[in-house]
């Protein structure tokens, strides 16, 4: 079993700043891919952000610039820095992580609230 434990979330107002990690524990091995997924209310899951284990990075469109995606591959845990935050960014925030063996695991979700 795999666990995924976020932490980070919560209230900012627009233009602010939070970050965001997530922590893998359990049978994890050989972890490739690392991200980040939000979905706000009534809207589909969407990605916002993924890390590979090299370190090669992929970020939604509406976030570039503005998040940055890192990792410590020794730790296994991932991190989402948000910087200039809007309120389109308010959603529940899910990490997921992806070993080579193509097996995926989700986290709980954390919610992340930008006030205008």
């Known amino acids: 079993q795999v666990q995924l434990v976020e932490s980070g979330g919560g209230l900012v107002q627009a233009g602010g700043s939070l970050g965001l990690s997530c922590a893998a524990s359990?049978?994890?091995?050989?972890?490739?891919?690392m991200g980040w997924y939000r979905q706000a209310p009534g809207n589909q899951r969407e990605l916002v952000a993924t890390?590979?284990?090299?370190?090669?990075?992929n970020y939604a469109d509406s976030v570039k610039g503005r998040f940055t995606i890192s990792r410590d591959n020794a730790k296994n845990t991932v991190y989402l820095q948000m910087n200039s935050l809007k309120p389109e960014d308010t959603a529940v925030y899910y990490c997921?992580?992806?070993?080579?063996?193509?097996?995926?695991?989700w986290g709980k979700g954390t919610l992340v609230t930008v006030s205008s």
């Open positions: 997921k992580i992806q070993a080579y063996s193509g097996i995926y695991y």
């Open positions: 359990g049978n994890v091995f050989s972890i490739n891919v």
């Open positions: 890390i590979t284990s090299l370190g090669s990075t």
